[in-house]
């Protein structure tokens, strides 16, 4: 078993930045990819950003160039820096993990964290 422990959420305003963290422990050494999803008020939970142990990065188009996904292998932590955030970012940004990085770029990977608030508003 994986756990997966977020942190980093909060409040802030339009054009503001956070940095989201996640932490892993137990069977580790199975894992590939890791990364976010996040899921909005009403609607289905979406891709935000996965990155694999070889360091290759898939990511949503709409956070391109603001969003930036980074893994500490030492440490057993992926972070999400979020930049130039919109309200549209407004959601509770959930950490995945799984061996297999197809599963974890479909949605289905086999460990979630407990998701993290983010709001973006003024």
């Known amino acids: 078993q994986v756990q997966l422990v977020e942190s980093g959420g909060g409040l802030v305003q339009p054009g503001g930045s956070l940095r989201l963290s996640c932490a892993a422990s137990?069977?580790?050494?199975?894992?590939?990819?890791m990364g976010w999803y996040r899921q909005a008020p009403g609607k289905q939970r979406e891709l935000v950003e996965v990155v694999t142990s070889g360091g290759t990065i898939y990511y949503a188009d709409s956070v391109k160039g603001r969003f930036t996904i980074s893994r500490d292998n030492a440490k057993n932590t992926v972070y999400l820096q979020m930049n130039s955030l919109n309200p549209e970012d407004t959601a509770v940004y959930y950490c995945?993990?799984?061996?297999?990085?197809?599963?974890?770029?479909?949605?289905?990977?086999?460990?979630w964290g407990q998701g993290t608030q983010v709001t973006v508003s003024s």
């Open positions: 137990g069977s580790i050494g199975s894992i590939n990819a």
């Open positions: 995945n993990a799984d061996p297999d990085p197809l599963a974890a770029l479909t949605g289905n990977p086999r460990y």
